[in-house]
């Protein structure tokens, strides 16, 4: 699906894979802090909505625009050390735009970053399991679908992000239970 929403470009060269992961694998580490926080401190359910939706939308932003910034420095860099280099839109090594790249992050971004938030959009109890669930599955998901594009078996990239993603789930579930003490 998400493949689907990025265009054939990505889905048959791979060319954005780096992007579409790192925004999906954060959208979807994010959105799931925000829910493990509400949930850990013990908050209105209704809460996650608010907080994810500004979640999604901010931080898929943020992380858009800093890709911007660091592709655009990263060739106008380039661009310093090459005073020979006319052709400003491909003197880098790989020809992408920072405009491109900044969309293709906050497209993966928001569309992975809504599963820890869909069990809340669609009231589905128990709130919390079923978004630890979605969770789980949205990288799983993510993570194979870069076999789409790579070599390695698809069970092993999905268990590989699946790994990863559950890990720093984790880590955002801890802190919110220990803070939620504290409020």
């Known amino acids: 699906m998400l493949a689907e929403l990025l265009g054939d470009e990505v889905q048959s060269s791979?060319?954005?894979?780096?992007e579409v992961i790192y925004g999906?694998?954060?959208?979807?580490v994010t959105?799931?802090?925000?829910?493990?926080?509400v949930?850990?401190?013990?908050l209105n359910p209704s809460i996650?909505?608010?907080?994810?939706?500004?979640?999604?939308?901010?931080?898929?932003?943020?992380?858009?625009m800093s890709n911007y910034l660091s592709r655009r420095s990263a060739i106008d860099y380039r661009e310093s050390q090459d005073a020979g280099a006319t052709d400003t839109s491909q003197s880098h090594d790989d020809g992408k735009s920072p405009a491109r790249t900044a969309g293709v992050t906050f497209l993966a971004f928001v569309v992975a970053g809504w599963a820890p938030l869909l069990?809340?959009?669609?009231?589905?109890?128990?709130?919390?399991?079923y978004s630890i669930a979605f969770t789980g599955v949205a990288f799983f998901g993510v993570g194979a679908s870069r076999s789409l594009v790579t070599d390695r078996h698809w069970?092993?990239?999905?268990i590989e992000m699946f790994?990863?993603?559950?890990?720093a789930a984790a880590v955002a579930y801890a802190v919110g239970n220990l803070l939620g003490g504290v409020a």
């Open 119 to 129: 069990p809340y959009v669609f009231e589905l109890a128990p709130l919390f399991g």
């Open 39 to 42: 949930a850990g401190a013990a």
């Open 48 to 64: 996650v909505l608010i907080l994810g939706v500004a979640n999604l939308f901010a931080d898929g932003f943020s992380m858009g």
């Open 24 to 28: 999906a694998n954060d959208g979807i």
């Open 155 to 158: 069970m092993k990239n999905g």
């Open 163 to 167: 790994v990863v993603g559950m890990a």
């Open 31 to 37: 959105t799931f802090a925000v829910v493990s926080g």
């Open 14 to 18: 791979g060319r954005y894979l780096a």
